[in-house]
Each structure stands twice: as C-alpha cells, then as structure tokens.
C-alpha cells in the first residue's frame, strides 16, 4: 500500500478586505498517497486553485487568510514553516503547473534561463552551471522540445509548447508531488490530449503523485484513482474513481455534472444544465450551498448544513444521502433518456 505524502484537513481560506469576507475554502478534507492522481472537480469559483495556492503557501498575503485546519506534507505541517523552510518545499518537494500558459512564464527571459531557475534555488547536489545546462536540455526532451531552442523567449512559442515548459519547470527538481490547476485550458482538443498524455508517462516514470483540477469529467475518469467534487468552497462528493463513476448513490451536483457531458451512444439527448449559479460567497447561505439549485431541495436543506455520509471510501455531504439520492439518480437517467 502506498504511503500518504499530504493530507489536507478542515481547511479554510477566507479572502478578506475593508467591505467585504470572501468565503472561498470551508473546512475541506482530503489525502494523496504516493503515486496516486487526485481530481479535485468543481465549476468556476469552487475554490480548487484557492486550495492549491493553500498548498504552495502562495496565497496573496493582504487579504488571504488560511482560518482553520492544516495542511501535512510527509507529516511536515506546512502552515506552520518559516518563510525560509517553506521556500524549500516550494518547488522542489511540491510544484504546480499553473492555469494559464500564456502568462505563467516571463515575457524578458529565454525558457531556458526561467527552466534552469528552479534547479539554481535548489541546487542542493552544487551541480555545476554544465550540470545544470544538460538537465535543462533532458527536460526539454522529455517534454517534446528540441534543446537547442531554449535560447528563444515565450512569444516564440505556442500555447501548447508554453505549456510544456511550464511542466519542464515544474519537474525539473522531480518533485514528489505535482498539483496541476486545468493544465489544459485554452488549448485545442488535440493539444489537451498530448498534454494530459505527457502528465501521466512522467507520473508513471518518475511515481510522482498529482493534484488534478478540472472541471472536465472526462479528464477525471482518464487520469485520476480518486476523486474530490468541490461546490462552494466545500467538497461534497469524495472517494475513489469506482466510487464517483460507477457507484449507485451520489450528490446531486455529482449527477448534475454527469448529465452535461456529452454523450457518444446517445445520438439524440440533450444536455441538462445544471439551472442557476453558485451562491455568492460573501453570502453563503445557512443550510446546504446547492439547496437553490437542487431539484430534491427539502426545507431541512434550507436550514440545516449537511454533515458527511460515509460508506467506506465513498463520502457524500448531502441530507438525502441515505434515502434518496439512488431515486435522484433514477430520475436524472430517465430525464436525460426523455432528452
């Protein structure tokens, strides 16, 4: 059995300023063993990349405020490291590929100068500057570019070669875990394949454990052995790949996510949106955070917030976890079959 390398529990994160508290993370829970890809799924706002830069310590200092929990890494208790400790985590031990290619990497260095960077921080070997130059070169092999372009700059590359180099940067110091904000927005389908593709040979390579957010259901049931649906600043749904895609009782917004993806057997059913929007974080209300959008909604869902159900490996966070939610899931198939 695989031994666990971070585990995230009753986190909460609050964004705050003189108008207003942003309630981005509350009390959520989760863990990753070594090797293993977790999926952390969720709609724009949810709270994933929050969570994340939670993780990297890379939260904005002026108004972002880590308000309960903790976060253990290899039993190391992240939120209590120094500044100087922390910096020896960052990177080397625990990296992210961050969501947006085109903005991650700086605009007035070549690629190679911003690849090498990370390995000169943590250059706890004294590898020499030749040292550092071929590992630089390895890198960009591994990740699908010839070496001799790592004199060129950012704007000489496309979205899928930017990319790349933001994963050659994140695992040049072969961390032990790799977080992975949506490594694949903004770019087109088959460059999204060769991506996720790239992730999973390095993970098998090097037996790094990944951290993928998503709100792609297809990415999830590819690359993930364990799944996490975050609404709200909360995870609703948790368990294992078998648990949230072939398992007979889920939470609503689980279901709700299901009915929006595409079908391929299906010629002719319609997609079923999940109506309306998340509540506004400021705001949040008393009872459970889906309740206004929940075609189940009782009025102890308005009222009361939900506590975890658990069966196993499988958690759901929902007030009809016991009862009803199999006749939920009966009734979104023969609602999607009508489509």
Do not use: W
């Not at 102890?300 to 069966?311: D, F, G, L």
């Amino acid at each position: 059995m695989n031994n666990e390398l971070l585990q995230v529990k009753n986190l909460s994160v609050q964004y705050k300023t003189d108008l207003e508290t942003v309630y981005a993370v509350n009390d959520v829970s989760f863990s990753i063993c070594e090797g293993e890809t977790l999926g952390l799924v969720g709609e724009t706002g949810a709270g994933k990349t929050t969570t994340a830069l939670g993780i990297m310590g890379l939260l904005p200092k002026r108004t972002a405020h880590i308000t309960g929990g903790s976060i253990s890494y290899k039993g190391r208790e992240l939120t209590e490291l120094s500044k100087k400790e922390l910096l020896g985590v960052r990177g080397k031990q625990i990296s992210m590929i961050f969501q947006d290619p085109m903005t991650a990497l700086n605009p007035v260095l070549t690629v190679g100068d911003q690849i090498g960077e990370t390995l000169r921080l943590h250059n706890t070997e004294n590898l020499s500057g030749e040292a550092i130059e071929k590992k630089v070169d390895e890198m960009l092999e591994m990740v699908g570019i010839p070496p001799e372009r790592k004199k060129e700059y950012p704007y000489q590359f496309s979205g899928g070669m930017r990319q790349r180099v933001v994963i050659a940067i994140a695992l040049i110091c072969d961390p032990s875990l790799l977080i992975a904000d949506e490594p694949t927005t903004a770019l087109d389908v088959t460059i999204q394949a060769q991506i996720l593709s790239m992730i999973c040979d390095l993970q098998r390579k090097y037996g790094t454990a990944v951290i993928m957010i998503t709100h792609d259901m297809g990415v999830v049931a590819e690359t993930c052995d364990k799944v996490a649906i975050m609404y709200a600043g909360q995870i609703v749904e948790y368990g294992e790949l078998k648990d949230i895609f072939t398992g007979d009782d889920h939470h609503p917004y689980t279901i709700g996510l299901f009915g929006s993806i595409p079908s391929l057997t299906k010629k002719y059913r319609r997609l079923t949106p999940i109506e309306g929007l998340m509540p506004d974080p400021t705001t949040l209300p008393a009872g459970c955070c889906f309740a206004e959008r929940c075609s189940h909604c009782q009025e102890i869902c308005r009222r009361e917030k939900p506590q975890p159900v658990v069966s196993g490996s499988h958690m759901i966070r929902c007030h009809a976890a016991d009862a009803h939610l199999a006749a939920a899931s009966d009734f979104f198939e023969k609602d999607l079959s009508r489509g």
